[in-house]
C-alpha cells in the first residue's frame, strides 16, 4: 500500500528517498516519485517499480530536502499523472499523501470553478492546491497545512514541501506517520522499516497530530491547535535489515525462518510448571479469565484465519464461546459489544484500518481490546495498549506465512492460559505444553524434507480452480491454503469446510480437479475421508496432506505429503506448511512476482 519517506538534513537527499522508496517496496505498490528541494521543487514520477524511477533520475540530484512516496492506486487509474508527489500549480508546493480524502469531489469541483487545472484524478492532488492558496493568502506553512485538513474528510498521512521554507509539514490522521531523529537530520515515513537504519528515536504521530519537521527540530501540535502530547519513544530494532540470506525470495526465506519464529514467539511463554502460559501483555487477571463470558477475535485475510484456528482452540480448551469474525464487516454491522467479553485484534503489520476501525469501535462502546501483532510499536498495538507480540520478525514478502503461524501460536498460548484457569487441569496443560515445545523442530524436520511438492505444483498450476478441505483446525488452514495459492498464482481457489463441499462446490468437479485435503489425524479424519471418496468419484485429483504413518488414508491419494505427527490442537502449525510451498512453487512455475504479487498490499492502510 502506499508509504511515505522524507528528509531534512546536510547530506545529498535523492539516493537516501530512494532507498527509502525500495524499503517500502515490500508493501505493495503501482508507481513512485520523488521531489527534491533544489532552489525549485525537482518532481520525478513513473509507473511501475522504483526500478523505473531509478532509471529517469539524472545522475545527480543537488539538494538536502525531499520527499517521496510509493503509490497504491485508488483514486484514478495507474498513470504517471497519477503518481506522487503532487505539485501547486505555481511549483512551489509539493504533497505526498496517503490515505482517501472522502470529500474530494467535492472539493476538485470547487478548485475547478476557481479556475484551477488539476493535472492528475487523484484526491490527493485537491490538497496541495488548497495549501497553495493558504499560503498565497499569507498563511505560514503549518496554518496552511492546517487550514486545509479543516475542510477535509478522510484519512491522511501527508508530507507537504514548500520551495520557500526549509522544513516538511506532516500531518496523520487514519494512516500512519513516524518522524525520526537523527544527528543534524530528521526524516519521515510511514513504516519504521525505512527509518530504522538511520535512527532508532522516533515521534510516532497520533491521529490529529501535525508537525514542522527540520534539520535540528521537531515541533508536534494537534490539528485542532495547541500542544501534541506524543513524545520521544525509543524503538528497539531487534530485526535488524531484513536481506534475503541466500533465498532467492523473501516468502520462501519466510517460510523457513518459521521455526526460529516460533521458538521466539513461544520461548519464555510456556510455563510446564503450572500447566499452562504467561503472556505479561495481557492484563487479565485469573478472576477475569474465570467470570469472561465470551472471546471475540478481529482480523482480515490470513489474520482472520488465524482467528478460526483461535476461535476453535478456545473453545475447546476453555469452554466459553468465541467467535472470529472479519474485520470489514464488524464496525458497520453495529456489533453488541459486552464490556466484560474479551476481544482481541490480530495483525501483522498492526496498521489493518479494517481491523483499527473495529478496536476503535469496541472501545467506542467500553469494550477493552487486546492486540495481537508482529510490528512493534505499530498503530493497532498502540491503539489496544495491551497485547501480545507475535516475534515473528520482518515478514517481507506479501504472502504472510511465518506471522501466520506466530499468529495461530499466540492464540492457543491464550486458550492454554484461560482453559487452564477455567476447565483442564495441570497434568493436561503440561502435556499439551510438551506437544507445544516440540513443533519448532518437527517444522524444521519437514522443511528438510517437504515431499512431493512438485508434484502437486504440475496438478494445480494449469488448473480452471483448486478445492481445499479440511475439518474443524483444518478448515482454516484450507482456507489459508487456499488464499496463498490465490494471491501470488492467481489461480481461482475455493476452500470448505469439507463436510460442506457436497452442498454446492461438487458441482465444480470433473475429470482431473485438484483438491487438496487437510487430514490429520484427528477425531474428523474418517469424515474427511469419506468427503475425499466424494471428490474422487467425480474424478478430482486429491493432493493429501497427511500425518506421517497414515498409510490408509494415502491409498486414496493421487499425491501425498505426510508431516510429523502432533497432538490435534498444534496440527495446523505443521500443516499449513507444505499449503504455502505449494503456492510458492506453483507461482515460481508460472512465473509470477513471488513476493510483490499483483495488486496487492502488505499493508492495507485504507478501509
Ligand atoms: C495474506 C495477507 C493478507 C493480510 C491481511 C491482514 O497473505 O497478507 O491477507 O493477512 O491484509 O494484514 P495484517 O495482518 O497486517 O492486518
Request: proline share 4%; net charge neutral; glycine share 10%.
Given at each position: 500500500?502506499?508509504?511515505?519517506f522524507g528528509?531534512?538534513?546536510?547530506?545529498s537527499?535523492?539516493?537516501?528517498?530512494?532507498?527509502?522508496?525500495?524499503?517500502?517496496?515490500?508493501?505493495?505498490?503501482?508507481?513512485?516519485?520523488?521531489?527534491?528541494?533544489?532552489?525549485?521543487?525537482?518532481?520525478?514520477?513513473?509507473?511501475?517499480?522504483?526500478?523505473?524511477?531509478?532509471k529517469?533520475?539524472?545522475?545527480?540530484?543537488?539538494?538536502?530536502?525531499?520527499?517521496?512516496h510509493?503509490?497504491?492506486a485508488?483514486?484514478?487509474?495507474?498513470?504517471?499523472?497519477?503518481?506522487?508527489?503532487?505539485?501547486?500549480?505555481?511549483?512551489?508546493?509539493?504533497?505526498?499523501?496517503?490515505?482517501?480524502?472522502?470529500?474530494?469531489?467535492?472539493?476538485?469541483?470547487?478548485?475547478?470553478?476557481?479556475?484551477?487545472?488539476l493535472e492528475?484524478?487523484?484526491?490527493?492532488?485537491?490538497?496541495?492546491?488548497?495549501?497553495?492558496i493558504?499560503?498565497?493568502?499569507g498563511?505560514?506553512?503549518?496554518?496552511?497545512?492546517?487550514?486545509?485538513?479543516?475542510?477535509?474528510?478522510?484519512?491522511?498521512?501527508l508530507?507537504?514541501l514548500?520551495?520557500e521554507?526549509?522544513?516538511?509539514?506532516?500531518?496523520?490522521?487514519?494512516?500512519?506517520?513516524?518522524?525520526?531523529?537523527?544527528?543534524?537530520e530528521?526524516?519521515?515515513?510511514?513504516?519504521?522499516?525505512?527509518?530504522?537504519?538511520?535512527?532508532?528515536?522516533?515521534?510516532?504521530?497520533e491521529?490529529?497530530?501535525?508537525?514542522?519537521?527540520?534539520?535540528?527540530?521537531?515541533?508536534?501540535?494537534?490539528?485542532?491547535?495547541?500542544?501534541s502530547?506524543?513524545?520521544?519513544?525509543?524503538?528497539?530494532?531487534?530485526?535488524?535489515?531484513?536481506d534475503?540470506?541466500?533465498?532467492?525470495?523473501?516468502?520462501?526465506?519466510?517460510?523457513?525462518?518459521?521455526p526460529?519464529?516460533?521458538?521466539?514467539?513461544?520461548?519464555?511463554?510456556?510455563?510446564?510448571a503450572?500447566?499452562?502460559?504467561?503472556?505479561?501483555?495481557?492484563?487479565?487477571?485469573?478472576?477475569?479469565?474465570?467470570?469472561?463470558p465470551?472471546?471475540?477475535l478481529?482480523?482480515?485475510?490470513?489474520?482472520?484465519?488465524?482467528?478460526?484456528?483461535?476461535?476453535l482452540?478456545?473453545?475447546?480448551l476453555?469452554?466459553?464461546?468465541?467467535?472470529?469474525?472479519?474485520?470489514?464487516?464488524?464496525?458497520?454491522?453495529?456489533?453488541?459489544?459486552?464490556?466484560?467479553?474479551?476481544?482481541?485484534?490480530v495483525?501483522?503489520?498492526?496498521?489493518?484500518?479494517?481491523?483499527?476501525?473495529?478496536?476503535?469501535?469496541i472501545?467506542?462502546?467500553?469494550?477493552d481490546?487486546?492486540?495481537i501483532?508482529n510490528?512493534?510499536?505499530?498503530?493497532?498495538?498502540?491503539?489496544?495498549?495491551?497485547?501480545?507480540?507475535?516475534?515473528?520478525g520482518?515478514?517481507?514478502?506479501?504472502?504472510?506465512?511465518?506471522?501466520?503461524?506466530?499468529?495461530?501460536?499466540?492464540?492457543?498460548?491464550?486458550?492454554?492460559?484461560?482453559?487452564r484457569t477455567?476447565?483442564f487441569?495441570r497434568?493436561?496443560?503440561?502435556s499439551?505444553?510438551?506437544?507445544?515445545?516440540?513443533?519448532?523442530?518437527?517444522m524444521?524436520?519437514?522443511?528438510?524434507n517437504?515431499?512431493?511438492?512438485?508434484?502437486?505444483v504440475?496438478?494445480?498450476?494449469?488448473a480452471?480452480?483448486?478445492?481445499?478441505?479440511?475439518?474443524?483446525?483444518?478448515?482454516p488452514?484450507?482456507?489459508?491454503?487456499?488464499?496463498?495459492?490465490?494471491?501470488?498464482?492467481?489461480?481461482?481457489c475455493?476452500?470448505?469446510?469439507?463436510?460442506?463441499?457436497?452442498?454446492g462446490?461438487?458441482?465444480?468437479?470433473e475429470?482431473?480437479?485438484?483438491?487438496?485435503?487437510?487430514?490429520?489425524?484427528d477425531?474428523?479424519?474418517?469424515?474427511?475421508?469419506?468427503?475425499?471418496?466424494?471428490?474422487?468419484?467425480?474424478?478430482?485429483?486429491?493432493?493429501?496432506?497427511?500425518?506421517?504413518?497414515?498409510?490408509?488414508a494415502?491409498e486414496e491419494?493421487?499425491?501425498?505429503?505426510?508431516?510429523?505427527?502432533?497432538?490435534?490442537?498444534l496440527?495446523?502449525?505443521?500443516?499449513?506448511?507444505?499449503?504455502?510451498?505449494?503456492a510458492?512453487?506453483?507461482?515460481?512455475?508460472?512465473?509470477?512476482?513471488?513476493?510483490?504479487p499483483?495488486n496487492?498490499?502488505?499493508?492495507?492502510?485504507?478501509?
Open positions: 500500500m502506499c508509504g511515505i528528509f531534512i538534513g546536510k547530506r537527499a535523492a539516493p537516501l528517498l530512494v532507498d527509502g522508496l525500495r524499503r517500502l517496496e515490500y508493501r505493495g505498490y503501482d508507481s513512485s516519485g520523488i521531489v527534491v528541494k533544489n532552489g525549485n521543487l525537482q518532481v520525478h514520477k513513473k509507473i511501475g517499480k522504483v526500478s523505473e524511477l531509478s529517469i533520475l539524472p545522475n545527480h540530484i543537488e539538494g538536502n530536502v525531499g520527499i517521496a510509493t503509490r497504491w485508488t483514486h484514478g487509474g495507474v498513470t504517471d499523472e497519477n503518481a506522487h508527489p503532487h505539485l501547486s500549480q505555481n511549483g512551489d508546493i509539493a504533497l505526498v499523501h496517503n490515505g482517501i480524502i472522502d470529500n474530494a469531489r467535492g472539493l476538485r469541483k470547487r478548485l475547478t470553478e476557481r479556475g484551477f487545472h492528475s484524478e487523484t484526491d490527493s492532488e485537491a490538497l496541495v492546491h488548497m495549501i497553495s493558504g499560503i498565497d493568502s498563511q505560514s506553512p503549518l496554518e496552511s497545512v492546517r487550514q486545509t485538513l479543516n475542510r477535509v474528510t478522510g484519512t491522511w498521512g508530507c507537504v514548500f520551495k521554507h526549509d522544513l516538511i509539514v506532516c500531518a496523520r490522521n487514519g494512516s500512519p506517520l513516524i518522524i525520526g531523529k537523527g544527528e543534524g530528521s526524516f519521515v515515513s510511514s513504516d519504521p522499516h525505512a527509518l530504522t537504519q538511520h535512527t532508532q528515536s522516533f515521534y510516532l504521530l491521529d490529529g497530530d501535525m508537525a514542522v519537521v527540520t534539520r535540528d527540530g521537531i515541533d508536534i501540535s494537534r490539528l485542532e491547535g495547541g500542544a502530547s506524543t513524545g520521544l519513544t525509543i524503538l528497539e530494532d531487534e530485526w535488524g535489515e531484513a534475503m540470506a541466500g533465498f532467492p525470495h523473501y516468502m520462501l526465506k519466510e517460510i523457513h525462518e518459521q526460529e519464529a516460533l521458538r521466539r514467539c513461544i520461548t519464555g511463554r510456556l510455563d510446564m503450572n500447566g499452562s502460559a504467561k503472556l505479561g501483555g495481557l492484563r487479565l487477571d485469573p478472576l477475569r479469565l474465570r467470570t469472561v465470551h472471546v471475540r478481529i482480523g482480515c485475510g490470513t489474520a482472520l484465519n488465524a482467528t478460526k484456528i483461535g476461535q482452540a478456545i473453545e475447546s476453555a469452554r466459553i464461546p468465541a467467535v472470529a469474525h472479519v474485520a470489514s464487516e464488524f464496525r458497520y454491522n453495529d456489533p453488541v459489544i459486552n464490556p466484560n467479553a474479551i476481544h482481541f485484534a495483525s501483522q503489520s498492526g496498521e489493518t484500518a479494517d481491523t483499527l476501525s473495529a478496536v476503535k469501535e472501545q467506542l462502546k467500553g469494550g481490546v487486546h492486540g501483532v510490528v512493534v510499536g505499530s498503530t493497532i498495538a498502540r491503539t489496544c495498549g495491551q497485547g501480545v507480540y507475535i516475534h515473528s520482518p515478514e517481507q514478502a506479501v504472502a504472510s506465512t511465518k506471522a501466520f503461524t506466530n499468529m495461530v501460536a499466540s492464540l492457543l498460548l491464550f486458550a492454554i492460559r484461560i482453559g477455567r476447565n487441569s497434568e493436561k496443560g503440561q499439551i505444553i510438551k506437544d507445544f515445545q516440540r513443533i519448532p523442530d518437527l524444521e524436520k519437514y522443511l528438510q517437504p515431499g512431493p511438492i512438485d508434484e502437486a504440475e496438478l494445480v498450476k494449469d480452471k480452480s483448486v478445492l481445499f478441505l479440511g475439518r474443524g483446525l483444518s478448515a488452514v484450507a482456507s489459508e491454503g487456499a488464499l496463498k495459492l490465490m494471491e501470488i498464482a492467481y489461480i481461482p475455493l476452500a470448505y469446510p469439507a463436510g460442506e463441499m457436497k452442498h462446490p461438487i458441482a465444480l468437479l475429470e482431473g480437479s485438484p483438491v487438496v485435503v487437510i487430514l490429520p489425524n477425531k474428523h479424519r474418517e469424515k474427511t475421508i469419506a468427503s475425499m471418496h466424494e471428490c474422487r468419484a467425480r474424478g478430482a485429483k486429491i493432493i493429501l496432506i497427511h500425518e506421517e504413518g497414515d498409510v490408509e494415502t491419494a493421487d499425491i501425498s505429503i505426510p508431516v510429523p505427527s502432533c497432538s490435534y490442537l496440527t495446523p502449525l505443521l500443516t499449513v506448511v507444505p499449503t504455502q510451498l505449494i510458492y512453487r506453483t507461482a515460481l512455475a508460472l512465473g509470477c512476482d513471488v513476493d510483490r499483483r496487492l498490499a502488505k499493508s492495507v492502510t485504507v478501509e
